[in-house]
């Protein structure tokens, strides 16, 4: 198991009201992101817990590249990884927001 | 005085020595061993039928029990190494050389004995290519083949899997060599003739039909939302504007994924009748609902595939079939339709470099081709015209007169950028460079070379390879496209943002598609069952895809 954790200023806060949303499941090639509307309108934290070790440059590419994209200000992304790999992860990301967005993005 | 019929005198002895087991053309199953000993001798080219999917088995575990004191040095040409005892022959000393195309199921096994020492490698071929020397080099002495039934002038019925059996027997019957046959059974009248009896010298009744390796079943289920996503991108991206009708699939879940979004996210565009009509393909469970709906006017398939018999039967219009009702395929003719007739081929692979060469050989799996090859390359023999052909030309070459324009086969490499076990699909080096210089090879396997492809897709968008202009760009085109893999973070960004800007690369909102909109939803079928239903019961799937 392996922790990591990155923290981004973003562009724009997330839209809506919703307090907090969670996609996808842990399964092997799979991943859970719970999202939490807990942060400042600014920030955003992605907080990775993964059973597969080593692969820390490819989390802060993919995650770098999120929060450019969906600029998720104010979110905090909470992850359980069993394994996925970087396009399942994005998907997940994206969908995380448009739940706690409420609407499509 | 010269003598002009060396190989005929010798065939007649062969034959002379086998008929002390049969009773006119047939042989006891019991004594396969026993005929192979006398008709083979050592040093002989033998084709032991392991197709795509069926496989002379009896005759192959016939063959692995020979005395290799009296039968030794083999030369194997066969299309597919797939039984345990295609590679059994070369650990017992009976078979030495091997020329062969395809070796999927045994990739690992074939590998061991490749770096042990144990089969002298002439080549992995195409298809095609080992048919071809069939009737140039490596003409076989013997021919062990695989029929549903015999008659008892030793006429074949070859059933819905014809397969290679047309090929391989044409060269063998014809060159003076022997032709042995294992069948489920023998008739007093055949369904239908697929190979006339005076080519075949001896038929065997097996105790149990041949085995069939079902190939092409893709689960529904098992497709994911990125490979979603890749087909969504591939309908709208490639086969719509190229206006895509003649094609063939690779047997990926991507591809599965596009088949399945024929009837639902390409209907919806408004392609139906556009696009995906007419086919060089495999019996594809997951092609039923498009052809239910009505998109798919005809097809002409390699093989046949397990449960799809009745279905088939049933759909004479789509598919070929004989006077009986059952499918007629043929490996070596539905190459030559996919070679020369189809637009595009799209399909998987396992490794992508730099320049765009494909393989599916890595460091301790050595698979084969298979058709790919052919399906995947520009036939530099086409003369006839058609829109995604000279589309693709003009892409290629805008400059040259159009009369003069070669056009281009659409060639489409489809994935997502982290395959099995996060193995990285784009790499610097294919693995399979390293195995031709662990084996000493002159050519390193490459399925597809890199001047054939003309796309790659992935969950990060199109690389259309045509509108690049030099090496550096097509690198950067490649690399746009490989997601967080190594070589995808190697990209120079301003580098591909021009290209993104000329439309070289085509990023998913660019062709107006939200990546969360690639839903399971969209798969015309979600189960295995989901194929049944659409089939009208027709569609019989084997065991170990039914979960009810």
């Known amino acids: 198991m392996e922790q990591l954790n990155y923290r981004h200023v973003a562009a724009k806060r997330a839209k809506g009201t919703q307090s907090q949303a969670l996609v996808g499941v842990v399964a092997s090639g799979n991943l859970e992101v719970l999202v939490e509307r807990t942060l400042p309108d600014d920030e955003c934290e992605i907080d990775i817990r993964t059973v597969v070790e080593g692969f820390g440059e490819v989390w802060r590419a993919v995650v770098a590249d999120f929060v450019e994209r969906r600029s998720p200000g104010g979110l905090k992304l909470s992850i359980n990884d069993g394994g996925a790999r970087p396009d399942m992860v994005a998907l997940r990301l994206a969908q995380a927001v448009r739940a706690v967005e409420g609407e499509r993005s | 005085m010269t003598v002009w019929d060396n190989a005929r005198r010798a065939r007649d002895s062969r034959l002379q020595a086998g008929a002390r087991f049969a009773q006119g053309k047939r042989?006891?199953?019991e004594d396969a061993t026993a005929l192979l000993e006398a008709v083979i001798q050592p040093g002989d080219r033998v084709c032991l039928e392991g197709d795509n999917q069926k496989q002379a088995d009896l005759l192959a575990v016939a063959l692995a029990a020979v005395d290799s004191g009296k039968i030794h040095d083999l030369h194997m040409v066969q299309s597919g190494v797939v039984l345990p005892e295609h590679l059994d022959v070369?650990?017992?000393?009976?078979?030495?050389?091997?020329?062969?195309?395809?070796?999927?199921p045994q990739s690992q096994r074939i590998a061991r004995l490749l770096f042990g020492g144990q089969i002298e490698l002439g080549a992995v071929h195409t298809y095609l290519e080992l048919f071809a020397r069939y009737y140039v080099d490596l003409t076989p002495q013997v021919a062990l083949i695989a029929a549903v039934s015999a008659d008892r002038e030793g006429n074949l019925y070859t059933g819905p899997n014809t397969e290679d059996t047309p090929a391989i027997v044409e060269a063998t019957a014809f060159k003076d060599g022997i032709v042995i046959a294992q069948v489920n059974e023998v008739v007093d009248k055949l369904p239908r003739v697929d190979i006339p009896g005076d080519w075949v010298n001896f038929v065997i009744e097996s105790d149990k039909p041949f085995y069939v390796e079902p190939l092409f079943t893709r689960d529904p289920a098992a497709i994911t939302e990125t490979?979603?996503?890749t087909a969504m991108?591939?309908?709208k991206g490639i086969y719509a504007p190229y206006g895509v009708q003649r094609l063939n699939h690779g047997i990926g879940f991507n591809t599965a994924a596009i088949e399945l979004l024929l009837p639902t996210y390409a209907e919806r565009l408004g392609l139906k009748g556009q696009i995906a009509t007419h086919w060089a393909l495999n019996p594809h469970p997951t092609l039923i609902p498009a052809i239910e709906s009505g998109w798919v006017k005809q097809i002409h398939s390699f093989g046949s595939e397990v449960g799809m018999d009745d279905y088939i039967r049933a759909r004479s219009d789509v598919y070929f079939t004989g006077p009986d009702g059952s499918l007629r395929s043929n490996r070596a003719f539905s190459q030559v339709a996919g070679l020369y007739a189809c637009d595009m081929f799209i399909g998987a692979t396992l490794q992508i470099d730099l320049q765009g060469n494909s393989s599916t050989v890595t460091a301790d799996r050595v698979a084969g081709f298979g058709g790919a090859p052919n399906m995947g390359s520009d036939a530099r023999g086409r003369r006839h015209p058609s829109k995604p052909w000279l589309q693709a030309g003009k892409e290629a070459d805008p400059d040259s007169p159009a009369a003069l324009r070669r056009g281009r086969k659409l060639v489409v490499q489809i994935g997502e950028?982290?395959?099995e076990k996060n193995a990285p699909l784009f790499v610097e080096h294919l693995d399979a460079l390293k195995l031709a210089e662990k084996l000493d090879l002159d050519?390193?396997?490459?399925?597809?070379?890199g001047d054939d492809v003309t796309h790659i897709v992935t969950e990060e968008g199109i690389a259309n390879l045509l509108l690049c202009r030099d090496k550096d760009e097509r690198e950067h085109a490649i690399r746009g496209v490989a997601g967080y893999t190594e070589v995808g973070r190697g990209r120079d960004r301003k580098l591909?943002?021009?290209l993104r800007e000329r439309g070289v690369i085509q990023r998913p909102e660019d062709?107006?598609?939200d990546p969360l909109d690639a839903d399971r939803n969209l798969l015309a079928a979600r189960s295995i069952k989901d194929l049944v239903r659409w089939s009208g019961g027709l569609y019989a799937p084997p065991s170990k895809f039914r979960n009810w």
Not at chain 2, 443 to 449: D, E, F, K, S, T
Request: glycine share 10%; net charge positive.
């Open chain 2, 27 to 29: 042989v006891a199953r």
């Open chain 2, 90 to 104: 070369f650990e017992k000393g009976i078979a030495k050389r091997l020329d062969y195309a395809y070796s999927g």
């Open chain 2, 443 to 449: 050519l390193a396997p490459v399925m597809v070379y």
């Open chain 2, 233 to 235: 991108l591939a309908i």
């Open chain 2, 417 to 419: 950028t982290f395959g």
């Open chain 2, 496 to 498: 591909v943002q021009r």
């Open chain 2, 511 to 513: 062709l107006g598609i």
């Open chain 2, 227 to 229: 490979q979603i996503l």
